[in-house]
């Protein structure tokens, strides 16, 4: 949670604060008694070493002198008094005033700490031994003042009742210094908090909270603790704040602000090691620390057996840490060490476990700060809400942001309101910015390269492109590049459950690196390092302003748009440019040059019919140019060396791929909707580094090459290619898990040789998951008649709608088989008959025949929906299905399942809804987790007998029973449903889906 500075006035404060003591001691004393000997140890104890506010009045003072009114303002403005009651303590009116006044001021004695120096409790008590003489000489001389007298006995006897110290019970006075400045310790500062601060600090209890827990006070070991975050995010006001509420409880405490300019300036870090050595070497030893060896010295000598509290502010560089707190046994038991910094891999490199990160503000919070900033109250004034809105929309929770804006726009109307907005919306403040490019001045320049990349042209995009992006511009590995700016608060993750991490950072952020560009040169984007905003890319192309200093341009439009620029003379001036993006921008002409610099080029719609020849892109990594009037691609064969990646999908003028004979790490090519592509150069059966080749919808391709040799093959689309009848053969030996499909292909026949590969497959159907082994998958319209007879590593089989007559395998690793919407009937020589569901005519019926139960052990998904099964079909040795987990049997037409598949022991999703015939349903598995589904089953009229199941071990159950008529007609149903859930799971929360929509 993000902190802000802001100190609320009594006004902001929804509950009174505690009393604000001027003086955390005050001292009353007979300076004949104590002054030079005792009072100047004590004195020094607490005011020196322990950094408690004292007040001690050393005058001499004439006899018959009244107490002044400084010295009694002096008892008012005191937390508490220590009265150090000596031999001839009540010889001195003075000093018998003082102890009237604070008796009278500090109603709470446990405020009141007297010390019997060299006196009886009782003498005093009873005004005996010299106090007797004292009060004797007393009557005389204030005969006429008798009240005064014996107003001054009732304060002794009153302060001698008072719990104190008493000096005989001690072997020395140091000892008794040290009883006595324990005492005070706990009386001033009696409990280890960091809640109740007077100040009202925005966002400040979760983050307090958090600390205490880091901190930990009862223990005591030694221990560091890291807060960090982004620049002006609050960091060093959270220290400071915890500095205040706990430094009372260390023996010795320091807050050293700005490690990072205070070492930066001095190029040591002398002055910091002198600045926490100061309280303990004072200033006639000071002067030893001369470098910063003998600080480390120092520092280790004296500090070990001390608890101390220190704080780091704003550490940047890890030698900071090495001499200024080293290791852990460089301080006492109970010590506390925090370390304030925008860089977290600091912290991870020493060793740093404990850390607290700050976050911005949300919504609220950043209006209440920039309220008590803008307005002096915690809500916007009448008729500024929405203009506060704007504000909050660029100030993005950043609470210095929020103060620094709040504090420009106090007291001005709207119109200089919408002025001040109009300008931040544009170009933000500079006292923000300074603050947060404080990080981007650390950097390394390639990581600098990496954050200006990210912040113009990748915020919001997966983490693995990126990476994949930028290194392909760079040649280099830039993950760690973007970890170390993680670790910098320059850039954040965001999680998420369906897609990769995406990289995020603040808008003010994003802004800083915007401005960093611009001033490369402010009035001419012509000589920018990344061209990102279509104003500024115009403005080059149309004035053939760029220069060698572009490297970076990326242009997308939301959509396609025809624009009159002249990209000729442009590139020729861009010798050093490395990554152009063009998306839905449509040139009237293509461009005659390209720098053969470039190592990505993506441009949909790209005009020409083909690359310029005078492209010679060496180092060109990835190639796309999908929706382009390209009729080919290159002429002959052309070198590409380290092209990986090629997409011209959706090209509907492309006639013939190129020659790849000298694209030796193709990786991926993507002809996808090439509509017009006939040919398929030869070259392609030797791309050996080939993962991923898409053919699909390329509806006039005929013929393949007869064999290919594409050992790191994973993906092979021909789905909708109608004129395909052969598949080529797979020589050599794949490495990989390989997919193929074939959906609308005229292919009639697997290839022999696919029974040699290793794998046939990439991912799964469910959970999206990579599987060893293989998958083959033919829906819908796809021909293949027949598969090869042993497949043994098959996992996964997929033959939805398929026009397969027969299938005879041998799959002993079967995990995933999926007959949906093909038609069975009974046959007892084999599991299924299966007929066509399409529309074509099929009049033999199709068979599908398993060589044996046992080859299906390891099934763990089997889809047979809306496949036709009618009553018996579904055989007993289904229970031999053990490691079944989901069985899929809806829009199917028997009445009954069988029996046995109560044994199906890991068994957690059973879908048998829509089977509208199905009249009872037989006892259920035993698992740790089901789900049942019978929606839709409108003659269903019996469930299981919950006393038949064999165990009770279900922790989490569901039951769907939508459109369940019958159920509902008959009470004894109803009552079973509810029996059902309690047997299989009596100490869960089974739910239920309602009976009828």
């Known amino acids: 949670m993000a902190l802000s500075t802001q100190r609320a006035s009594a006004s902001l404060s929804a509950e009174s604060a505690p009393p604000q003591w001027k003086h955390d001691v005050f001292q009353s004393f007979r300076g004949a008694d104590t002054r030079r000997g005792f009072m100047s140890h004590l004195d020094h104890e607490l005011r020196y070493r322990q950094t408690i506010k004292t007040f001690k009045d050393d005058r001499d003072l004439e006899i018959g002198a009244t107490i002044s009114p400084e010295l009694l303002t002096a008892i008012e403005e005191s937390h508490l008094a220590i009265i150090v009651l000596s031999p001839n303590y009540a010889s001195s009116p003075w000093c018998l005033d003082e102890l009237s006044k604070i008796l009278e001021c500090m109603e709470d004695t446990n405020r009141i700490l007297p010390i019997f120096y060299d006196v009886d409790p009782s003498d005093v008590r009873y005004q005996k031994g010299g106090f007797a003489e004292a009060f004797t000489k007393h009557e005389e001389r204030f005969s006429e003042e008798a009240e005064k007298v014996k107003r001054w006995r009732a304060a002794l006897r009153k302060v001698a009742n008072i719990s104190g110290l008493d000096s005989k019970n001690y072997k ?71 500095f205040e509420k706990i430094s009372h409880h260390f023996e010795l405490s320091s807050f050293l602000f700005d490690v990072r300019e205070v070492s ?168 923000v910015l300074d603050s947060l490019k404080v990080s981007y001045d650390g950097l390394e320049e390639m990581e600098k390269k990496i954050f200006l990349h990210v912040a113009c042209f990748h915020k919001g995009k997966d983490k693995e492109k990126i990476i994949e992006i930028l290194d392909s511009i760079w040649d280099i590995s830039s993950l760690i590049g973007i970890d170390i700016l993680i670790e910098k608060s320059l850039l954040t993750i965001k999680k998420n459950n369906l897609r990769s991490d ?47 200093a572009i490297e970076a341009i990326v242009l997308g439009l939301p959509k396609s748009e025809v624009v009159h620029w002249n990209c000729n ?193 990439v991912e799964g159907i469910y959970n999206r998951r990579s599987l060893s082994g293989q998958i083959v998958y033919m829906q819908r319209s796809s021909k293949v008649v027949k598969l090869p007879g042993e497949m043994e590593c098959l996992e996964e089989l997929e033959l939805s709608e398929s026009a397969m007559r027969e299938l005879l395998l041998v799959m002993i690793s079967n995990k995933y088989l999926s007959l949906h919407r093909s038609s069975t009937s009974r046959d007892h020589s084999a599991w299924f008959r299966i007929r066509k569901s399409h529309p074509d005519p099929a009049p033999d019926p199709l068979g599908l025949v398993l060589s044996s139960r046992n080859d299906l052990f390891s099934l763990a998904s089997l889809d047979l929906s809306d496949c036709n099964i009618g009553e018996g079909v579904i055989p007993d040795c289904i229970s031999c299905c053990l490691c079944l987990v989901r069985l899929i049997l809806r829009g199917n037409n028997f009445f009954s399942l069988p029996a046995n598949i109560r044994f199906l022991s890991k068994l957690r999703y059973l879908d048998l809804s829509l089977c509208r015939r199905l009249q009872q349903l037989p006892d259920l598995p035993s698992s740790e987790s089901l789900l049942v589904n019978v929606d839709d089953c409108t003659s269903l009229r019996r469930l299981s007998d919950p006393s038949n199941l064999r165990g009770a071990n279900v922790y989490d159950f569901d039951f769907s029973c939508h459109n369940c008529f019958r159920l509902v007609e008959e009470e004894s149903s109803i009552n079973r449903i509810f029996a059902m859930m309690m047997r299989l799971a009596p100490n869960s929360c089974p739910k239920v889906v309602s009976l009828v929509d």
């Open 569 to 761: 003379k442009a590139f020729s001036k861009m010798p050093k440019l490395r990554l152009l993006e063009f998306d839905n921008v449509i040139f009237s002409s293509g461009p005659k040059v390209l720098p053969n610099s470039l190592r990505i080029i993506r441009w949909s719609w790209y005009f020409s019919k083909s690359l310029t020849p005078k492209f010679h892109p060496r180092f060109l990594v990835k190639l796309e140019m999908p929706y382009s009037k390209l009729v080919r691609l290159w002429d002959g064969a052309k070198d590409f060396p380290k092209l990986k990646y090629i997409d011209l999908s959706y090209s509907h003028k492309l006639a013939s791929t190129p020659d790849f004979t000298r694209v030796p790490v193709l990786e991926e090519l993507n002809l996808k909707s090439c509509t017009n592509l006939i040919e398929v150069h030869g070259s392609i059966a030797v791309l050996k580094r080939l993962k991923r080749l898409d053919l699909s919808d390329c509806k006039n391709i005929e013929s393949l090459p007869s064999e290919v040799e594409m050992d790191s093959l994973e993906y092979f689309s021909l789905r909708g290619c109608s004129k395909v009848k052969k598949l080529p053969e797979f020589e050599g030996h794949m490495k990989s898990s390989f997919k193929l499909i074939l959906n609308g292909t005229a292919v009639e026949q697997i290839p022999s040789s696919i029974e040699g590969l290793v794998g046939l497959a």
């Open 172 to 242: 020395s006075e140091a000892e008794l210094i040290k009883n006595i400045v324990k005492c005070v310790w706990t009386k001033v500062h009696p409990t280890f908090m960091l809640s109740g601060s007077p100040e009202n600090l925005v966002g400040i209890d979760f983050a307090l909270e958090q600390l205490r827990l880091q901190l930990a006070p009862e223990e005591n070991d030694v221990r560091f603790i890291g807060i960090w975050g982004m620049g002006g995010v609050g960091k060093t006001t959270l220290a400071k704040l915890v």
């Open 264 to 431: 930066a300036k001095h190029g040591t870090l002398v002055a910091l090691q002198k600045q926490l050595l100061f309280p303990i070497l004072k200033e006639e030893n000071i002067i030893r620390v001369w470098d910063e060896e003998s600080g480390i010295f120092f520092t280790k000598t004296y500090l070990w057996n001390k608890k101390v509290l220190l704080i780091l502010d704003d550490v940047d560089k890890l030698n900071q840490l090495e001499k200024l707190v080293g290791e852990k046994t460089w301080f006492g038991v109970g010590s506390r060490i925090i370390i304030t910094t925008r860089n977290e891999r600091l912290l991870v490199q020493h060793d740093i476990a404990r850390r607290h990160k700050v976050k911005v503000l949300n919504n609220g919070q950043a209006l209440k700060l920039f309220s008590q900033h803008a307005f002096k109250k915690n809500q916007p004034a009448e008729g500024f809400l929405e203009l506060s809105q704007r504000v909050l929309h660029c100030a993005k929770g950043l609470p210095l942001a929020l103060k620094t804006l709040g504090t420009l726009l106090y007291t001005r109307d709207q119109d200089a309101w919408n002025s001040v907005l109009h300008n931040v919306e544009k170009i933000p403040n500079p006292t």
């Open 502 to 548: 995406t990289v995020e950072m603040h808008d003010l952020i994003q802004e800083m690196a915007w401005e960093i560009i611009r001033q490369e040169s402010v009035d001419e984007p012509g000589k920018w390092s990344c061209l990102w905003h279509p104003n500024n890319i115009s403005a080059v192309f149309m004035n053939n302003t760029g220069t060698s």
